[in-house]
């Protein structure tokens, strides 16, 4: 429905009021004319008939209302949807032409815009080819990037300095994809994406922490920093992650590279599934410790029974009991080895892999930790700046800082050092301090406590950090100064200086997922309402269900999105689930969306497929085509599945009657039409969604064009619309 043109009604309202004042001016003019007897006459013949006339008055208003509206229709409301179908032409980035109609006029003026939309198109693809023959070789420069990601038997990700995903290739797709609690909907797409965090993934303190060491490293001058750790996904999977920095150029003229975060302008993320490996060391370790010890007893009796064979005089009966026991353990022996080597053994604990650190550099980050979580000086004092340690960095600070924490909140103690010595085979790590005395019972007790401090949580303790590092932790007292320590024996590295990862070949393809752009990105914990529609991120979506009616019972069938991401669409990253609705599918509404029972029969129900979607759109901008139904059959669920949607969402069918206010219908296919958007896939949840995201590409510039830039404006724009009023 089309808001009526007040003009129009003006229009009418003054024809009516001329008419009127016309026939009251005759009537008048004519009564002048007649004397009296003739008056009386003529009032006496229209008295009665006052309504006819009434009625006269209105059927000619009614024609000459009928008689303005096709005028308006030809003159005003052509022109202007005319100009609204330009504006599309003037926006589009591909070519596009008007068809002409109505007057002759309008048809003249739409072949003009035509051939001016032709001689822009022209003029864009001579602009193009000469930025595509300039950028030639840095085209070549990328084609070598991809084919040597694609030689690379790692997952590989780059992420900017906020943890944003800007490139990652097959490989770390297929791995996430293992990794995904939903490989059937999203395929990994709601863990790594363009433009996702990283940190859906990985720990933001293990990241930072990598940071920390890269930016010490470049501090020392180290050509090509990087830093490891290993952590554990929701699934339980072990992750080994190489970071290695993307470091600014400076520009011409500009002096240093900059400092700090600024001389690093992203993190390289090499990522390794090592839950198999260790499970395997771990198995092999157990096996050897169960051979270890459970042949220490057989050798022990074949020894003694060996020991007493060796006497000459021994009796026959006392040989043949010794010969026996060393046949029974020998026995006892192999069955065990037998048994070991063919059985799996309980895991033992996790291990994670130690790295080469500079011991001055692990001092110094324990030392800003400590200072920063007990807010107490912490000084340092005979640290031995050529060592070199083989460490687990994150939990060992996590364990210096969580005994500070405790000396801190229990003792009072006012001031903390740090002190780094190496013997011969271990180097040595104090934590010192002066203060009340304490017992061997409470040191004993922090060890075994699970570290908790602050905000951070680790089931670890300090025993098992010291245990992880094959070392030794002890308290100790120094009277003469009025001090005491706590000393962890560390492991010294045997070699020092940073490994290269071997590289192997690989059969994955070149990586096609990327943005170089998001290098660029700003903060993204900006008010989105205030935030430019060009910069946002959003997730297109859309639903298809048993019928129009969820408060009566009606349910989602399929669900499917697509990702928009620095104003491109990434068709590589869908969703595109088919959901369970626990009922049967009307046939009415089979023929509408081509989805039958037999579809729908062993899928996931709403609840499981909610979360997962929930999970795909976290940190974006929904967007929907008549959202309200989308989003009524959504927040039906909420109690079910656990989950609810509380980002921001637009609706194109509304902001298409923002930038078309005179066009007829803002159906979808309507919508497609106009902005030259073929519609694939009609009816099916993903195929509506990519059309719906194209069409909301080619609505940013025109809503633009209106004065409507951020995620506020855009929102209440669409709310002052008619269809704003429709609810479900």
Known sequence: MRKIDPRLVLAIVAAGLVMALWLVLMSVIVWSTLDAQERLAVGDVLAPRTVLVAMGWLLGLFLVAVTLHMLHRRYVGDPHRLIEKIRVVVTATTPQQLTPRGTAEMQAMARAVNELAAQRDQLRGDVAEQVAQASQRVQQEKNRLAALMAELNQSVVVCNREGRILLYNQRARQQFRQLSQGAGAAAGAELIGIGRS????????????????????LGRGVATPSAQFVTTTQGGHLLRVQVAPVRESAPPGDGEAPEGLQAVSGLVLMLDDVTASVQEEAERDQLMHGLTEGSRASL???????????????????????????RDEVGAMGRRVNDLAHRATQRLKTRWPMEDMLGADLVTAAQRRIA???????????????????????????????????????????????????????????????????????????????????????PLTVRDVVERHGGEMWFERERARHQAFFRFMLPLASVQGVVDAPLGESEFSRPEYYDFDLFKMADQSSALDDRPLSELTYTVFDTETTGLNPADGDAIIQIGAARIVNGKLLRQECFDQLVDPGRRIPAASIPIHGITDDMVVGKPGIAQVLPLFHAYAQDTVLVAHNAAFDMRFLQLQEEASGVAFHQPVLDTLLLSAVV???????????????????????????????VTAEIWLRMIPLLQEQGIHTLRQAREAAQKTYYARLKY
């Open 372 to 458: 920063q979580h007990c807010d107490r000086p912490v000084t340092l004092d005979a640290i031995d700046t050529s060592l070199w340690l083989k460490v687990d960095s994150y939990t060992l600070l996590l364990a210096l800082t969580y005994l500070a924490h405790r000396l801190v909140d229990e003792f009072e103690v006012r001031f903390l050092q740090l002190r780094l010595q190496g013997t011969a085979t271990h180097a040595q790590l104090d934590l010192v301090w002066s203060g009340q005395a304490m017992s061997n019972e409470t040191v004993m007790s922090w060890e075994m406590d699970a570290m908790r401090f602050g905000s951070e949580r680790s």
């Open 660 to 690: 078309h206010p005179q066009q007829e219908s803002h159906r979808l296919e309507a919508i497609a039409e106009r902005f030259n958007v073929t519609v694939l896939g009609r009816h099916t949840a993903l195929g509506d969604a990519l």
């Open 198 to 217: 990283i940190y859906a993934v990985l720990d933001q303190q293990l990241v930072a922490h990598a940071l920390e060491r890269i930016h010490q490293a």
């Open 300 to 326: 022990a009796n074949i020894q003694a029974a060996v020991d007493m064979l060796g006497y000459a005089d021994l009796e026959p009966a006392m040989r043949e009991r010794f010969l026996g026991v060393v």
